[in-house]
């Protein structure tokens, strides 16, 4: 039997962190170990959300934490709120990508972009988790480059709205009770022409389905979104959105947490497979003496430390309000390049116990592959990065 | 009505202790330090009680140094409404502990004081029934669900194989174990509403130790399993070592 999760801090960050963070951090670890590593690995195998968690999620906090109290949110900092995705993702990335759409794409741009109105109706609901939330960007044929998107929002004689469009890819689509939907209202590739709309999942011409056949992030919703004839009052069109660079706000919201969460799954793996070669004999002594193991762990700690010290270094510039979406890309594609790697050497070191869901290791191996791939591919934030630097974009 | 929750920082019990070089003492480098978790029953306790009648102020207690702070806020994110500490370093010596503690709580209001059946740091089981004979009031030790009402508290008491309910005269001092009062998880909101409640300093009273710690010694190292047999027949053995030998079942 495993001890509890204490999780990884080789070079005192905890020095490094407030009070109160240590607390969130705490608190979160603490739910997480005793709700859900109990029940996540038979929920992935059932291919199932656990959303009996979420009432839970949504009492302690956690949605939308780093949002003003005012509107039934914890009101935290930026550190603590990434601390609960790294603690969130220890756990599962289907429950982080859940509290990531729900708080970082779906709370966010309505606080930032919505009206008074649509703050004060959904902020609170999606908080306690009353109500659950979806982010349709993607489409089917414009992933990487979302500005090309043809869903289309069509302004009607009365001032309301028509919308129409397919979105795909869409986490908590199925289970959303609201979903704010990105469309171009002028001629395709205007990028100024992107609007986001708040738009309640029971409007007549909403549908979504779930995406068969996944091999990752199995404790997720993932679905598609059909959108025809979807009509709406002229009070559905979130005010502030102004064009893309709106949705790409909110990208960059959920990248920093996701820099946070991939962090959490990486300790998580490390701290299976250092637990499983102290224990697992072979050759007359534990794995752990043996030097391969000891270079795969000692590398696992290197790469946990630094990306720990990045995404920390990360939020206390965004809580100084200088973080730029281009470090976000660099934190994002980093971590998540490193819990991948780690997640694959841990699942090798298990040997033939790694392939099971009783570990957690290809568990977070499977699902990392898809947060590898959203909130912008590692390929897409390798090109941000390329254009900071040299200036050419390369896209 | 007003409860009085006295608590104790000391060291995770994940965590692994080490003997400092004076050997009288632990190393306090690199040590988690928690809420003893039978405070935490006891807060639990105190919440429950309040919540249910409606009324009353729940504060916490503690006597410690300055980082003793820091516990007493995550006492306040789990909802406590205030907590006073008395700065000082505790001993071992819970005689002397009783006596500063009382002498803070003999001009409370409170009609219970809760303690946690002991701390997990030193396991003496000694400064609330102490503290309830230095104040003058009835103690119910070991409670595991309580229930109370005007002028009396009803506890059920954990003995050995049962419970025993008794009822005690309030003002009175219990201190909890495990039972009904399953610590809740801090919420979020909790901990930044938590920064904005009062946590007054105090000195504590100077009290002498009469009780000093000579040295500490690690447990002896673990003796190796047994193999009792192999399949079947061998459960009716292993059934009865556990019973009579391990007293497990
Ligand atoms: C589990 C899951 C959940 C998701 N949840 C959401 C959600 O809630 N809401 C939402 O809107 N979207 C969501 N997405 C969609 C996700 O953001 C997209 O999948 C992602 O942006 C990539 O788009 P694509 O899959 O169409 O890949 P493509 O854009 O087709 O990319 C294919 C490959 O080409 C590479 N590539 C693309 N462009 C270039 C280029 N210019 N130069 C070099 N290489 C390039 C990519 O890096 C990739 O390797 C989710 C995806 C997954 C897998």
């Known amino acids: 039997m495993a001890s509890r999760f204490a999780g990884i801090d080789f070079y005192d960050v905890d020095s490094l962190l407030a009070e109160e963070e240590r607390m969130v951090r705490d608190a979160i670890r603490e739910w997480v170990e005793d709700r859900v590593m109990p029940i996540i690995g038979h929920a992935y195998v059932e291919r199932r959300f656990p959303k009996e968690l979420v009432p839970e999620i949504g009492e302690l906090g956690m949605l939308g934490a780093n949002l003003p109290e005012e509107y039934g949110c914890a009101g935290l900092g930026n550190v603590s709120y990434g601390l609960i995705m790294q603690e969130l993702e220890r756990g599962d990335s289907g429950l982080r990508s859940f509290a990531s759409v729900q708080g970082a794409l779906v709370m966010y741009p309505i606080h930032a972009f919505g009206s008074e109105e649509h703050r004060r109706h959904w902020l609170p609901k999606l908080a306690s988790g009353e109500k659950i939330g979806c982010f349709g960007l993607t489409e089917p044929d414009y992933g990487s480059n979302p500005a090309g998107m043809i869903t289309t929002a069509r302004e009607t004689a009365d001032g309301g709205w028509v919308l129409n469009g397919t979105k795909m890819w869409i986490t908590n689509g199925s289970m959303a009770d609201v979903a704010v939907v990105w469309a171009q209202t002028r001629a395709p590739g205007d990028a100024k022409g992107i609007r986001g709309f708040v738009v309640p999942t029971d409007t007549p011409g909403f549908s979504a389905r779930d995406q068969k056949g996944k091999l990752s992030l199995l404790a997720s919703d993932t679905s598609e979104l059909v959108l025809q004839d979807v009509r709406l009052p002229a009070s559905a069109l979130m005010p502030g959105s102004t064009g893309m660079r709106s949705p790409l706000m909110c990208l960059t919201q959920a990248r920093y947490g996701i820099s946070w969460g991939a962090v959490g799954a990486a300790m998580a793996c490390f701290c299976e497979a250092v637990d499983y070669a102290g224990e697992r004999v072979m050759f007359d002594g534990p794995i752990a003496g043996k030097q391969i193991q000891q270079v795969r762990i000692a590398d696992m700690l290197t790469s946990i430390t630094q990306g720990q010290l990045l995404c920390l270094r990360l939020g206390r510039l965004k809580d100084e309000g200088k973080m730029t979406p281009q470090q976000v890309s660099l934190a994002k594609r980093a971590n998540v390049d490193m819990a991948c790697n780690i997640a694959r050497e841990a699942r090798r070191l298990l040997g033939a116990n790694g392939i099971l869901a009783e570990y957690s290791s290809m568990r977070h191996m499977a699902n990392l592959e898809s947060v590898y791939t959203y909130e912008g591919t590692h390929d897409i934030h390798s090109l941000v990065l390329g254009q900071t630097i040299t200036g050419i974009g390369a896209f | ?249």
């Open chain 2, 1 to 249: 009505m007003n409860i009085t929750v006295c608590v104790k920082r000391v060291p995770d019990t994940e965590t692994r202790i080490r003997i400092a070089a004076s050997g009288n003492e632990i190393d306090e480098g690199g040590v988690k330090y928690v809420l003893s978790p039978y405070d935490e029953f006891a807060l639990e306790a105190a919440l429950q009680v309040v919540e249910e009648a409606g009324s009353g102020r729940v504060t916490v207690l503690s006597f410690g140094g300055d980082a003793t702070k820091e516990s007493l806020r995550s006492a306040l994110a789990l909802g406590a409404h205030e907590a006073v500490l008395l700065k000082g370093e505790p001993t071992m010596d819970g005689w002397a502990t009783a006596q500063v503690l009382a002498s803070e709580l003999e001009g409370d209001d409170a009609a219970l004081v809760l303690f946690g059946v002991k701390a997990v740091d030193d396991d003496q089981q000694q400064v609330g029934p102490m503290v309830a004979e230095l104040l003058g009031r009835p103690c119910a030790t070991a409670v595991a669900a309580m229930e109370v009402g005007d002028g009396v508290a009803t506890c059920w008491r954990t003995v050995e194989g049962g419970q025993e309910v008794v009822e005690i005269d309030l003002p009175a001092v219990a201190t909890v174990t495990k039972g009904k009062y399953e610590p809740r998880y801090a919420s979020l909101r909790g901990i930044m509403a938590a920064k904005r409640k009062p946590l007054r300093e105090k000195e504590a009273a100077v009290v002498e130790p009469g009780f000093v710690v000579e040295s500490l010694e690690y447990p002896p190292p673990r003796p190796e399993g047994r193999i009792v047999g192999e399949g079947p027949e061998a459960t009716a053995e292993l059934v009865r070592l556990l019973r009579e030998e391990a007293k497990a079942i």
